[in-house]
T-cell receptor, first 114, second 112 residues
Framework: NAGVTQTPKFQVLKTGQSMTLQCAQD?????MYWYRQDPGMGLRLIYY???????DKGEVPNGYNVSRLNKREFSLRLESAAPSQTSVYFC?????????????FGPGTRLTVT | EDQVTQSPEALRLQEGESSSLNCSYT??????LFWYRQDPGKGPEFLFT???AGEEKEKERLKATLTKKESFLHITAPKPEDSATYLC?????????????FGAGTRLAVHP
């Protein structure tokens, strides 16, 4: 049981380049999320997917797109990277019980845009 | 506006020196408060969820408590392996979805 996995771990892009961050979870969770983490700030939600086939914008969606490929996989795409998108990106999935809510995170992708 | 503030930003302790981390929040309709541990270069690791004022949860040297305005993470007799950044988040239902609002974290360093 690997939990939440992300690829790549590190990436350097030039301004204007595009790339896709991959995320997969093997916990059979319905909901998946993409966050970015910047120094001195809390994690901020980019996009989320409440269930397979649905995606919605979070707090900071500009410059990003997502695809919920199936129940396991949720990808984040940067179409034209900008230096302001230099950050650490985390994918998460959520277990929701009758009275519980637990969110599990992947190891992160460290992205630098020059 | 929903907001989470953690204090202090950084905390240095000697091994065995107990202390508390604070998480104060303002949120409309709290559905849960979460504590995570984050080690350098890794993703946040889930520790606790608290759902109502007065609730307490414990795990090894950590104990989390919740009031209507804040939560504390008490660390009893810490060890160097407890060194990490501790994140607090609150869950609210806003904009049509459940969302977690994170604080900026407290960086804890425990020295032998």
């Amino acid at each position: 049981n690997a939990g939440v996995t992300q690829t790549p771990k590190f990436q350097v892009l030039k301004t204007g380049q595009s790339m896709t961050l991959q995320c997969a979870q093997d916990m059979n969770h319905n909901s998946m999320y993409w966050y970015r983490q910047d120094p001195g700030m809390g994690l901020r939600l980019i996009y989320y997917s409440a269930s397979e086939g649905t995606t919605d914008k979070g707090e900071v969606p500009n410059g990003y797109n997502v695809s919920r490929l199936n129940k396991r996989e949720f990808s984040l795409r940067l179409e034209s990277a900008a230096p302001s998108q230099t950050s650490v990106y985390f994918c998460a999935s959520t277990h929701r019980g009758h009275t519980t809510y637990e969110q599990y995170f992947g190891p992160g992708t460290r992205l630098t845009v020059t | 506006e929903d907001q989470v503030t953690q204090s202090p930003e950084a905390l240095r302790l000697q091994e065995g020196e107990s202390s508390s981390l604070n998480c104060s929040y303002t949120v409309s309709g709290l559905r849960g408060l979460f504590w995570y541990r984050q080690d350098p270069g890794k993703g946040p690791e889930f520790l606790f969820t608290l759902y109502s004022a007065g609730e307490e949860k414990e795990k090894e040297r950590l104990k989390a408590t919740l009031t209507k305005k804040e939560s504390f993470l008490h660390i009893t007799a810490p060890k160097p392996e407890d060194s990490a950044t501790y994140l607090c988040a609150v869950q609210s239902f806003s904009g049509g979805y459940n969302k977690l609002i994170f604080g900026a974290g407290t960086r804890l360093a425990v020295h032998p």
